[in-house]
């Protein structure tokens, strides 16, 4: 069986949050252990806050979607915006690299993001958006073998 979560959020740094408790409340009936829990969070945060500061520029009219799917013990997370893109991916994917470069504590959440997850992918096109695509195998145990 296939359960699906899908959300449309306004690109407010305000609801990263939403979306972090909302996702972490849905994956919750699959008894997670916290681990799993702080890293889905975790890469959700990041994954919404680039597509709010990144794709869109804090543009508070423009939306970022989110998809959750979980089939048997495997979770996979989509975050989507239709802003400006990402003009060269693999750049992008280095350590400390930031198109917000005054910014503090940037240039880390791809990279965050890879190693929070199973598999990591991203889809871009300048002017387009991007599309973020994050599998996490959640560990199984008997409360959901059953």
Not at 14 to 39: H, M, Q, W
Not at 51 to 63: L, P, S, V
Not at 77 to 96: M, P, R, S, T
Request: glycine fraction near 4%.
């Amino acid at each position: 069986m296939i359960n699906k979560l899908e959300m449309k959020i306004s690109a407010m740094l305000e609801n990263e949050g939403v979306v972090r408790n909302a996702v972490a409340a849905f994956v919750s009936s699959y008894n997670p252990t916290l681990e799993e829990i702080i890293d889905i969070k975790t890469i959700l945060s990041e994954a919404v806050s680039n597509a709010i500061i990144h794709g869109y520029e804090y543009d508070k009219n423009k939306d970022v979607l989110i998809k959750a799917t979980i089939e048997d013990n495997k979770l996979e997370l989509i975050v989507q915006d239709y802003g400006k893109g990402i003009e060269d991916i693999e750049e992008a994917l280095k350590n400390n690299f930031s198109t917000q470069k005054d910014q503090e504590k940037t240039g880390i959440g791809f990279t965050i993001m890879k190693s929070l997850s199973d598999h990591f992918e991203i889809q871009s096109s300048v002017n387009v958006g991007t599309k973020l695509k994050i599998t996490k195998i959640l560990q199984m145990d008997e409360v959901r073998a059953n």
